[in-house]
């Protein structure tokens, strides 16, 4: 059973950073790719970023480009977001995503 447990969220002023982790059970975290997506109040889920079962491909939505960056530890079936220079629109519930399968989500908030 694939289990996926994210962390890594808080509230920090724009600007700031924060670096989330998926930590992944139940399947072989190696063989397949991961997502992050993020929802915002009010608003629909959507793709944030994902990267390929060994890391080497790595896709973000356009706006995420070079603010963010994906990465994977297949030793420690961990994938991770770092996000840099936060702005207010990046606040929302960020979760991860694998084989169809969803985590409790992580909250960020980016405020002044």
């Known amino acids: 059973q694939v289990h996926l447990v994210e962390s890594g969220g808080g509230s920090v002023q724009p600007g700031g950073s924060l670096r989330l982790s998926c930590a992944a059970s139940g399947f072989t975290c190696s063989r397949y790719p991961m997502s992050w997506y993020r929802q915002a109040p009010g608003k629909e889920r959507e793709l944030v970023a994902s990267?390929?079962?060994?890391?080497?491909?790595?896709n973000y939505l356009d706006s995420k480009k070079g603010r963010f960056t994906i990465s994977r530890d297949n030793a420690k079936n961990t994938m991770y977001l770092q996000m840099n220079s936060l702005k207010p629109e990046d606040t929302a519930v960020y979760y991860c995503n694998a084989l169809n399968s969803w985590g409790q989500g992580t909250r960020v908030t980016v405020s002044s």
């Open positions: 990267i390929s079962s060994l890391g080497v491909t790595t």
